[in-house]
Nanobody
Framework: QVQLVESGGGLVQAGGSLRLSCAAS????????MGWFRQVPGKERDFVAD????????YYADSTKGRFTISRDNAKNTVYLQMNSLKPEDTAVYYC???????????????WGQGTQVTVSS
């Protein structure tokens, strides 16, 4: 079992930055690939980025590539999402997830956090 807790969300103006954190407890953090997803009301949960167990491999959605950076610190049991050049369309609840392999498919992740709201004003 893994418990995930996101933090770092908030209100920011367009063009600004935020750094989300996801702290994990429970089983060995480094044995899980991690992903970030986001969701707005009435829509499906969308893939944002993922990272391999070691942190060497990352993958991004086209909409976030070049603006967002996913990273992890296995010693601190934490995964991060640095978000720069934020746009109003980035407004969503952001979730971190843990699974066996990094993937864009949210159904393949086993554990989820409760989410953190990110609001980007124009």
């Amino acid at each position: 079992q893994v418990q995930l807790v996101e933090s770092g969300g908030g209100l920011v103006q367009a063009g600004g930055s935020l750094r989300l954190s996801c702290a994990a407890s429970g089983r060995t953090f480094s044995s899980y690939a991690m992903g970030w997803f986001r969701q707005v009301p009435g829509k499906e949960r969308d893939f944002v980025a993922d990272i391999s167990r070691s942190g060497r491999n990352t993958y991004y959605a086209d909409s976030t590539k070049g603006r967002f950076t996913i990273s992890r610190d296995n010693a601190k049991n934490t995964v991060y999402l640095q978000m720069n050049s934020l746009k109003p369309e980035d407004t969503a609840v952001y979730y971190c997830a843990a699974g066996e392999v990094p993937t864009m498919r949210h159904s393949e992740y086993d554990y989820w956090g409760q989410g953190t709201q990110v609001t980007v004003s124009s």
